[in-house]
């Protein structure tokens, strides 16, 4: 099957609190797994 590549660029904000690069890198994580168990996507290496 042929494969596509796509881009996105995300914006995290939170309105009552400053984020840190923890809560940042474990809502990547979320979107991640995500994005490779409904769509089958996969992170280029």
Do not use: C, H, M
Request: aromatic share 4%; charged share 30%.
């Amino acid at each position: 099957p042929r494969k596509k590549s796509l881009a996105y660029r995300l914006t995290f904000q939170a309105p009552d609190k400053t984020l840190n690069d923890k809560i940042v890198a474990q809502q990547q994580a979320r979107i991640v797994n995500r994005l490779e168990k409904e769509l089958g996507a996969q992170l280029r290496s």
